[in-house]
């Protein structure tokens, strides 16, 4: 029997939307007030979702630092306290939390072992949340981590 277990992380990011093949109008229409030449923070909550039958010796189906150290070395070390505009993961890729949310999932999918992790959620604001449940690597991004190791 498949069981399930799911953890919350903090982190907190600024980023600035904005997509050079668009002019600065169509950029201002897309991505309104979030087009801010500045950029903007956010404190986002991560939910990871894993799955997998439960180890008989151990009873359960990862050990919760096991899951805590990937998470820590995959995403929080990487993205917390950055601009994502900088990161190479978003050097040809707008870093929308929906970009954002695509990126975390393709680096704890590597970052796990093989068909534990069932979803990523990253929470933007108290009304703004994003879901992924598979993203093929991106071809940019996984290009850019070859790059950044």
């Known amino acids: 029997m498949r069981a399930y277990f799911g953890r919350r992380y903090m982190l907190s990011a600024s980023h600035r939307l904005?997509?050079?093949?668009?002019?600065?109008?169509?950029?201002?229409?897309?991505y309104g007030k979030c087009n801010n030449p500045h950029g903007h923070g956010h404190n986002y909550t991560i939910e990871v979702l894993v799955g997998g039958e439960v180890e008989q010796a151990?009873?359960?189906?990862?050990?919760?630092?096991?899951?805590?150290?990937?998470v820590k070395t995959c995403v929080i070390?990487?993205?917390?306290?950055?601009?994502?505009?900088?990161?190479?993961l978003f050097a040809s890729l707008v870093p929308t939390t929906e970009n954002l949310c695509r990126a975390i999932y393709s680096l704890l999918k590597t970052g796990l072992r093989v068909g534990l992790l069932e979803y990523v959620r990253v929470e933007e604001t108290e009304n703004n949340f994003f879901q992924c449940y598979d993203a093929p690597v991106l071809a940019e991004a996984s290009q850019a981590l070859a790059q950044a190791s």
């Open 18 to 30: 904005h997509c050079d093949s668009l002019t600065p109008e169509e950029n201002r229409t897309a």
């Open 58 to 70: 151990t009873g359960m189906v990862i050990d919760l630092v096991d899951l805590d150290e990937a």
């Open 77 to 88: 070390d990487r993205f917390d306290h950055t601009n994502l505009n900088l990161d190479p």
